[in-house]
């Protein structure tokens, strides 16, 4: 995830975690990780990134996730293939790996490669918290963008961005020139998925809206009623394919079923909520 760096005065953690999770605060490369168990799942571990809520893994139940966006996010992918399908993912910011731990439980013939910008961190998460072996799931510490661009083309069948430093997501991975890079990755049918966090305003969400429908044939939106209707601060999901996307009846039968109901925008309706709303670009700051 792109964080940035503390003062060097501004930790006294312990250097290390031991193996298998334990309650504490870390000093990682990018600042600091505090690992607090769930006090309603004996086997439950939520994840603080520099004071945010970052994860939530249950040890004992890898298809199990916490986090209301994680579910939407997991419930487009499996709408869109079947169990048992041989996935190629890439995770763009890693934190403690919850999404690609459910979809190497949920495809098990998957490849699933999570780029991580804290090297500390990616450690501390492998020993904590037992992660899958590559090839099911590799670790690359990196740069989400530069990981990005140096991949081969054609090489992912979905790429999932939830990076955020503090509240936002680093300016260079929003741009129409990643979103071109992330889509010269992606395999026909592929699915670019992205973690938008916004404020009541929603003008960042409409702005990746705009760049996301400028790079791809079909979108999605996926958030509760009230973060769509400028109510709240929170998530909204905003994914790109040159395929269509939950264009039946099931994935908002799922969406509407979960503890917080999600509504599904079509294309269409994402093309008119971010109609009048810049492109995101390189040279243009957000």
Not at 69 to 92: C, H, N, P
Not at 141 to 166: K, N, P, Q, W
Request: hydrophobic share 40%; net charge neutral.
């Amino acid at each position: 995830m792109g964080r940035q760096r503390p003062p060097k005065n501004a930790a006294s953690e312990p250097e290390a975690p031991a193996k298998g999770p334990v309650a504490g605060t870390f000093r990682t490369d990018t600042g600091t990780a505090e690992l607090i168990p769930d006090g309603d799942n004996p086997n439950g571990w939520l994840l603080m990134l520099n004071g945010v809520q970052s994860s939530h893994v249950d040890l004992a139940d890898p298809l199990r996730l916490d986090f209301e966006y994680m579910r939407w996010i997991m419930a487009l992918v499996q709408d869109r293939w079947a169990a048992g399908e041989k996935l190629r993912t890439l995770s763009l910011g890693g934190a403690a790996c919850s999404m690609p731990r459910y979809l190497v439980a949920a495809y098990p013939n998957s490849r699933n490669v999570v780029v991580e910008i804290d090297g500390a961190l990616a450690s501390y998460v492998r020993d904590w918290f037992d992660l899958p072996r590559a090839p099911l799931l590799k670790i690359r510490v990196g740069e989400a963008r530069e990981v990005t661009e140096s991949l081969t083309e054609a090489s992912r069948d979905l790429i999932i961005r939830d990076v955020f430093a503090g509240s936002k997501t680093p300016h260079a991975l929003t741009t129409a020139e990643f979103t071109a890079a992330a889509r010269k990755v992606l395999a026909p049918g592929g699915v670019y998925v992205v973690n938008c966090g916004d404020a009541p305003s929603l003008s960042t969400a409409r702005r990746e809206a705009s760049t996301i429908a400028a790079a791809f044939e079909h979108t999605v939106i996926i958030a509760d009623p009230p973060m769509l209707k400028g109510r709240r601060s929170g998530n909204i999901i905003i994914a790109g394919s040159d395929v269509p996307l939950g264009d039946g009846a099931s994935l908002p039968r799922t969406l509407l079923g979960g503890a917080m109901p999600a509504q599904l925008w079509d294309d269409a309706k994402v093309r008119q909520f971010g109609r009048s709303a810049l492109i995101l670009t390189d040279a243009q700051p957000d």
